[in-house]
């Protein structure tokens, strides 16, 4: 079908509702997702579910919901976003440091309202925000490469207690301006378990200052697990496991983008389609992308879905591929 675009996009996300914005399967008369998170933040940390941990196995969208929620706190709110993938052995207290630095000095730079020379000016800052972070420079706003640059903390401070500190001076600026800041973090079940806790103290330590400061966490395995495990948790993080789809959400996935271009699914196609993704996302997009891929007209028929199998290596179509 090569005159219309796809509407399906596999590893890329797609636009709520029909991939994105579902029901914490704990919660399944709750708000969905993206809407529920802006309203949390919209309440402030008072809310139960301002910082939050979504967990779920790899291809059920963790990753989309997390940029949705991103691009929708600051389309509503106007929040500044800083958005982090976590790396196996990685110093993310480090990184974090340098995003949100990098985030506000850019917002600075372009214009917006100076939040950084604010910061510099707020009575709240327990001494100077300038002077280098223990360990490697954190880039182009910290130590000496950039005379007057904002860095963090000074060479005795121990880094979650440098970055922790920004964040609450970050956090009063916002709170005076009626602004927010959301972070969020993608695959955190690659954390140590010291940083696992050391965030979630500081979550604890935002919100008991009611200070305009979330953190949204993604991922899969035992995070769920370890952060229970984490020293105190309870009242701090909401916990979300997300869903597989069941048959009517994955046919509304594939059916309604389709017919928003004018194209129709055979029942049967359709019917192949959901039962092959087995309620993931990511394979729905897989399959769907290839189907529409191989249709001729503006129906997408069974044999358009037998060839996407075919060519995917499906174990049920081709056990021996």
Same mark, same amino acid.
């Given at each position: 079908m090569?005159?219309l675009?796809?509407?399906?996009?596999?590893?890329?996300?797609?636009?709520?509702?029909?991939?994105v914005?579902?029901h914490?399967?704990?919660d399944?008369?709750?708000p969905?997702l993206?809407?529920?998170a802006?309203?949390a933040?919209?309440?402030?940390?008072?809310? +139960?579910?301002?910082?939050?941990?979504?967990?779920?196995?790899?291809?059920?969208g #963790?990753?989309s919901l997390?940029?949705?929620?991103g691009?929708?706190?600051?389309?509503q709110?106007?929040?500044?976003?800083v *958005?982090?993938?976590?790396?196996? #052995?990685? $110093?993310?207290?480090?990184v974090?440091?340098?995003?949100?630095l $990098?985030?506000l000095?850019?917002?600075a730079?372009?214009?917006?309202r100076?939040?950084l020379?604010?910061?510099?000016?707020?009575?709240s800052? $327990?001494?100077?925000? !300038?002077?280098p972070?223990?360990?490697p420079?954190?880039?182009?706003?910290?130590?000496?490469?950039?005379?007057?640059?904002?860095s963090?903390? &000074?060479?005795?401070?121990?880094?979650?207690?440098?970055?922790g500190?920004?964040?609450?001076?970050?956090?009063?600026?916002?709170?005076?301006?009626?602004?927010?800041? !959301? =972070?969020?973090?993608?695959?955190a079940?690659?954390?140590?378990?010291?940083?696992? /806790?050391?965030?979630?103290h500081?979550?604890?330590?935002? &919100?008991? /200052?009611?200070?305009p400061v979330?953190?949204?966490?993604?991922?899969?395995g035992?995070?769920?697990g370890?952060?229970?495990?984490? *020293?105190g948790?309870?009242?701090?993080?909401? =916990?979300?496991?997300? +869903?597989s789809?069941?048959?009517?959400?994955?046919?509304?996935?594939?059916v309604v983008p389709?017919?928003?271009?004018?194209?129709?699914?055979?029942?049967?196609?359709?019917?192949?389609?959901?039962?092959a993704?087995?309620? &993931?996302p990511?394979?729905?997009?897989?399959?769907a992308?290839?189907a529409w &891929?191989?249709?001729?007209?503006?129906?997408?028929?069974?044999?358009?879905?037998e060839?996407a199998?075919?060519s995917?290596?499906w174990p049920?179509?081709?056990?021996?591929c």
């Amino acid at each position: 079908m090569t005159d219309l675009p796809p509407p399906y996009r596999p590893l890329r996300g797609a636009p709520p509702p029909h991939f994105v914005d579902r029901h914490d399967e704990d919660d399944p008369d709750g708000p969905r997702l993206v809407a529920g998170a802006v309203t949390a933040y919209q309440r402030g940390p008072a809310d +139960p579910r301002f910082h939050r941990l979504v967990s779920a196995p790899a291809g059920l969208g #963790k990753t989309s919901l997390l940029r949705t929620v991103g691009r929708e706190a600051v389309r509503q709110l106007g929040w500044t976003v800083v *958005q982090h993938r976590c790396r196996p #052995k990685q $110093a993310v207290v480090r990184v974090l440091s340098e995003a949100v630095l $990098a985030e506000l000095g850019g917002a600075a730079r372009e214009g917006g309202r100076g939040r950084l020379a604010a910061m510099a000016r707020h009575p709240s800052v $327990a001494g100077p925000l !300038l002077g280098p972070l223990p360990g490697p420079r954190l880039g182009p706003l910290s130590g000496p490469a950039r005379a007057g640059a904002p860095s963090l903390g &000074s060479p005795a401070e121990a880094p979650w207690a440098a970055f922790g500190r920004l964040m609450r001076v970050v956090g009063r600026v916002c709170q005076g301006r009626g602004e927010g800041v !959301l =972070l969020t973090l993608d695959d955190a079940d690659r954390l140590g378990a010291g940083d696992l /806790e050391a965030l979630v103290h500081l979550c604890r330590t935002l &919100s008991a /200052e009611q200070l305009p400061v979330a953190f949204l966490l993604a991922g899969g395995g035992d995070l769920a697990g370890r952060a229970v495990r984490a *020293q105190g948790l309870a009242g701090t993080i909401w =916990l979300t496991h997300l +869903p597989s789809f069941d048959d009517a959400e994955s046919r509304e996935a594939v059916v309604v983008p389709a017919a928003d271009r004018g194209v129709d699914l055979e029942e049967a196609a359709v019917g192949l389609l959901c039962d092959a993704a087995a309620g &993931s996302p990511l394979d729905l997009q897989r399959l769907a992308f290839g189907a529409w &891929s191989r249709a001729d007209g503006p129906v997408v028929r069974l044999a358009d879905v037998e060839a996407a199998l075919a060519s995917e290596c499906w174990p049920e179509q081709r056990p021996a591929c």
